[in-house]
């Protein structure tokens, strides 16, 4: 009698020390996955890249210092990113970094963000620290403070829209402007 209960215990300990052993080499495997899914497939160094619209016309260049694609949030993120937009109104768009997800056609812009016309001799110019801008639309939204500085003025306000075929740009709220002349 003795000796089925010895082979029992011996049977249910085998058991539980194989449990044992399947449930950690589950989360080692787990934890594998997980950290092949955060690394890039793909990197790449002075990125030019130009839209042309269904005429042939050129509608905008985007530079970026470097990029990096992630597969799983199928996003890549831009060092440096500048876009310059060309069609009808030119203006310059700069960043720290931005992000651009796969099947979106919106560019994440963040760090020290820069707006302006392309001419050099503008003194107008928009500063954010964060702005989303929709590349087919050509709208930029912000809801952080924007400052707009040109001639003898400064303006800001908190959040804004921007449309570049218009070229009308709106602060959404808590706008102040100070204006000092020559």
């Known amino acids: 009698m003795r000796k089925r209960y010895l ?33 890039p497939d793909y990197y790449g160094e002075m990125l030019v890249s130009r839209r042309f619209g269904t005429d042939g016309e050129l509608m905008d260049t ?3 210092a470097s990029s990096v694609h992630y597969p799983q949030a ?10 310059l937009v060309n069609q009808g109104n030119r203006w310059l768009m700069r960043a720290d970094e931005g992000v651009m997800s796969g ?30 801008y929709n590349l087919q639309s050509r709208l930029a939204t912000s809801d952080d403070l924007v400052t707009i500085t040109g001639e003898n003025s400064i303006m800001s ?26």
């Not at 049977?11 to 955060?38: K, N």
């Not at 199928?74 to 876009?83: A, H, N, R």
């Not at 979106?104 to 964060?130: A, H």
């Not at 959040?159 to 002349?181: H, I, K, N």
């Open 103 to 132: 099947k979106k056609d919106t560019l994440r812009l963040s760090g020290s963000i820069i707006l302006r016309p392309q001419e050099n001799t503008s003194p107008w110019q928009m500063t954010t620290e964060r702005l989303i």
């Open 74 to 83: 199928d996003s890549t993120v831009f060092k440096e990113p500048q876009l």
């Open 62 to 64: 985007f530079y970026a």
């Open 157 to 182: 306000g908190t959040g804004m829209l921007f449309d570049a075929d218009r070229q009308r740009l709106e602060l959404t709220s808590g706008v102040r402007t100070r204006y000092v002349p020559e």
């Open 7 to 39: 082979l029992l215990v011996l049977t249910v300990a085998l058991g539980l020390s194989l449990l044992a052993v399947d449930r950690y080499t589950r989360d080692m495997t787990t934890t594998v996955t997980e950290q092949q899914v955060a690394e």
